[in-house]
Structures are given as structure tokens and as C-alpha cells.
């Protein structure tokens, strides 16, 4: 049970940032070239499923180095039990960290993240044509929900990644 659970905890969360890349992806594809980029439900199902892949793959050393480790025992005699990673050598399970887990389920989708709405951006807040005094203001009203509603997903992003983290991070 340790292992399956540290296992299938680590492929959810890799799963799910993973996710809010090729969200974030598809829509500065989708915003920044619209007439061009145009996902099949064939290209969906591929983008699917190498998420999944991508996270099964990153994640499986976890499934190989979780072990239950007896730590003593309670008031009434019985075993009291941790699970935790043990790998052969020290410098394995920091590389593995800082490689597979703060590198590719971290920082690399926060940069590819902002990268795309920092696009969005741009392209959202250059001048469109008609964009003038006819309006109103319309669009440059919805401009501005458009660049606040990213930032505020940008913020909830960044204190998802930072409270994985953190959860994540060995003693």
C-alpha cells in the first residue's frame, strides 16, 4: 500500500500540472494563431495520452524506493510504521528530486505556462482594428477580465506548484 499510494499521488500531481500545460498551450495556439491551430480529436487523444505516459514514466522510480520502515512501537506493543524513500545512495534520490520532480513537474511547466500567457498578453493587448471611440470601451474592457482572469489562474497555479512542492520536499 505505501508504495501504490506514493506512486499513484506522485502520477496525479505530474498528471495534473502537465495538464495545465497543454491547457495553456492550446489556448496561446488557439488565441495567438486562430485560424491555423485546430486540435482533432485524434491529436486530443495523443496529448492525452502522453500527459499520462509522461507522468506514469517520470514517476515510476517512486514505485521502486517507497518502503514501509518499522519506528517503533506503541503503548499497547503494536508496530508503528512510516513510509519513505530509500534509495541506494543519498546523491540518487537529491538528483531524482531536483531533475525529475522540481525540474520537469515544476519549473519547466511554470516557465512554458507564463511563456504562453505572457503571449496571450501581447496579442490580447495590441490594438485591434476597429478598436476605437465607436465602442465604448467594450474591448478594452474585455481585455482587462481577459488579463485578470490570467493572472489570477497564474496566481492559483503558483501556489498549487508551491504547495506540491513543499509537500514533496524531503526532510
Given at each position: 500500500m505505501c508504495k501504490a499510494v506514493a506512486?499513484?499521488?506522485?502520477?496525479?500531481?505530474?498528471a495534473s500540472v502537465t495538464t495545465l500545460v497543454a491547457i495553456s498551450v492550446d489556448r496561446f495556439l488557439a488565441i495567438c494563431y486562430p485560424?491555423?491551430?485546430?486540435?482533432?480529436?485524434?491529436g486530443c487523444?495523443?496529448?492525452?495520452g502522453a500527459i499520462w505516459t509522461f507522468s506514469i514514466t517520470l514517476t515510476l522510480p517512486?514505485?521502486?524506493?517507497?518502503?514501509?520502515?518499522?519506528?517503533?512501537k506503541t503503548t499497547r506493543n503494536?508496530?508503528?510504521?512510516?513510509?519513505?524513500?530509500?534509495?541506494?545512495?543519498e546523491s540518487m534520490g537529491v538528483i531524482y528530486f531536483i531533475v525529475a520532480n522540481l525540474?520537469?513537474?515544476?519549473?519547466l511547466p511554470l516557465f512554458i505556462i507564463l511563456l504562453c500567457y505572457?503571449?496571450?498578453w501581447l496579442k490580447v493587448w495590441r490594438k485591434l482594428p476597429g478598436e476605437g471611440i465607436h465602442?465604448?470601451?467594450?474591448?478594452?474592457r474585455s481585455k482587462i477580465k481577459v488579463i485578470k482572469d490570467a493572472v489570477r489562474r497564474g496566481d492559483g497555479l503558483h501556489g498549487f506548484l508551491a504547495a506540491t512542492l513543499c509537500h514533496f520536499h524531503k526532510d
Open positions: 506512486y499513484l499521488q506522485g502520477v496525479s500531481v505530474c485560424m491555423t491551430w485546430q486540435i482533432t480529436s485524434r487523444r495523443f496529448i492525452i517512486w514505485m521502486v524506493y517507497f518502503r514501509l520502515i518499522q519506528i517503533g503494536d508496530n508503528l510504521y512510516v513510509c519513505r524513500e530509500i534509495w541506494p545512495t525540474m520537469l513537474c515544476y519549473l505572457g503571449f496571450i465602442n465604448n470601451g467594450l474591448v478594452h
